[in-house]
């Protein structure tokens, strides 16, 4: 015990005798006239003023320039975060279409009064005709939204064998009628109406999605004569259908969409650029031996009604937007609707929105579309399954390619095709399916596996379950 009480004495010796010579050859502090500072002074020593900072200490300084430039920096950091979410594409798409719902809505109450009470009806009659369709048409989407993947698929088939029968149905006498010049509807009974042709758009998006999605998991889509039997014969034949009826504008959105379908199966370019020829050679021939579409050709970027007013109609849908300015005349104070304008509250709706509601009004609507448009192209890109991919880039293509014609038509850019504003127009024929194919663009974005998981984590019981996962058990006496 006295050898090692003497050990730790000479380790201790050892140490101090250390730390003095460390203090005795470090040097001293000096103030400002050259004078060493007292014992202490060290603790209450200020850096100089030019002095470098420590990096915390500068990136936190108020007024300076890197936080002037790191203020727009950080905000665009916070909206690409936000917008790189798993659950950015589901409020784009239940969103928008839901606004754009609700807009069209407004504006059919307000472009068809007048025109309602020119036929001896009272002046809400197409507003509670196309308010019911919504309904209706929320309770699709919504049921659409809960359904899962296989159920879609297997509801593709029967979907398309109806619209078939219901088109056929349409040429036989006594059955269809015509409305427009057009024989593209089945009498439903009182004022109700039906237009098969505008569920075939939805039958061949999720037939046709099926079809590739099988054919891909059986890596068949490599030969070009697997990926064009049986979806080209089968597009034809509703196409075919559909001219029997004189419908061009119907018919080109329903080549849009095979050319949608067929792009995302990554047709070769040959092959694309074959089909697109044919379906070109097909509609030039069909335009040049038709009077009625000739002159509506002709119509296009014109500025006066021309001989017997043939395009009447283009040039005062232009007027309407043109008198609409910055913010429009008002709501329900547009003046091309008092008989001037035909259709107001189907093809032309857009041209009275630019007149009561102004460029505000058509580029919010623009932008609602965009939303929409780039939401269903997020779907379709970040998916594993074929089959979502092919039918959420077909109903992009669909409601894109739609909304396009029927806008550059009424800005003259485009002839006149006769198709609604999807989801905005008056038309229950067409908002009911178009409805139905924005709740798949809402299943699908809620089916991707982040989604899901976020979805998941927002129910009030599962965050509860997790927190008391979390929390450990504490003893009972601890406070």
Request: glycine residues 12%.
């Amino acid at each position: 015990m006295p050898a090692e009480e003497s050990s730790a004495a000479r380790r201790g010796n050892r140490s101090r005798a250390t730390s003095a010579i460390s203090r005795a050859l470090r040097p001293p502090l000096l103030a400002a006239g050259g004078a060493p500072l007292p014992a202490g002074a060290a603790l209450r020593v200020r850096p100089a003023a030019g002095a470098r900072r420590p990096p915390a200490a500068r990136s936190g300084a108020s007024g300076g320039s890197s936080s002037r430039g790191g203020g727009p920096r950080r905000l665009y950091e916070q909206a690409r975060r936000a917008w790189d979410r798993p659950l950015t594409a589901y409020y784009l798409i239940l969103g928008a279409g839901l606004l754009i719902t609700v807009l069209g809505l407004v504006m059919v109450y307000s472009a068809s009064m007048i025109k309602a009470l020119e036929l001896g009806k009272p002046g809400t009659y197409f507003f509670r005709k196309q308010f019911l369709a919504a309904v209706i048409g929320a309770g699709l989407m919504a049921a659409a939204a809960r359904m899962p993947v296989k159920l879609h698929r297997a509801l593709s088939y029967p979907l398309l064998m109806g619209a078939v029968f219901l088109m056929v149905l349409v040429q036989v006498p006594g059955i269809g009628m015509s409305v427009n010049g057009n024989r593209n509807w089945l009498y439903l009974g009182g004022p109700f109406q039906l237009q098969p042709s505008e569920f075939g758009k939805l039958a061949l998006v999720l037939w046709g999605a099926d079809l590739l999605a099988r054919k891909q998991d059986r890596r068949l889509l490599t030969q070009w004569k697997h990926m064009l039997v049986p979806l080209v014969p089968v597009a034809f034949m509703l196409l075919g259908l559909i001219m029997l009826g004189g419908d061009m504008g119907t018919a080109i959105i329903l080549t849009a969409i095979l050319f949608g379908l067929l792009w995302l199966a990554g047709a070769p370019t040959r092959l694309f650029a074959g089909v697109l020829a044919s379906a070109g050679l097909v509609a030039f021939l069909l335009i040049k031996t038709s009077p009625n579409r000739m002159s509506r050709l002709d119509c296009m970027g014109a500025s006066e009604p021309g001989p017997g007013g043939s395009c009447w109609q283009a040039v005062h849908g232009i007027y309407a937007l043109a008198s609409g300015g910055w913010f429009g005349s008002g709501l329900g104070a547009s003046v091309e609707k008092w008989g001037q304008l035909p259709e107001p509250h189907t093809d032309f709706i857009f041209a009275i929105t630019g007149e009561e509601l102004g460029l505000a009004g058509t580029l919010s609507v623009l932008a609602l579309f965009a939303a929409l448009g780039y939401a269903g192209i997020r779907v379709a890109g970040r998916t594993e399954d074929p089959f979502v991919r092919y039918a959420a880039g077909g109903v992009t293509t669909w409601i894109t390619a739609q909304a396009v014609i029927n806008i550059g038509a009424v800005l003259g850019l485009l002839p006149i095709a006769g198709v609604p504003l999807p989801l905005f127009s008056y038309g229950g024929s067409a908002l009911l399916p178009t409805m139905f194919a924005v709740g798949l663009l809402i299943a699908f974005a809620r089916a991707d596996p982040a989604a899901k998981a976020a979805l998941a984590m927002r129910r009030p019981g599962v965050r509860w379950k997790t927190m008391r996962r979390r929390v450990k058990k504490r003893p009972s006496g601890e406070r």
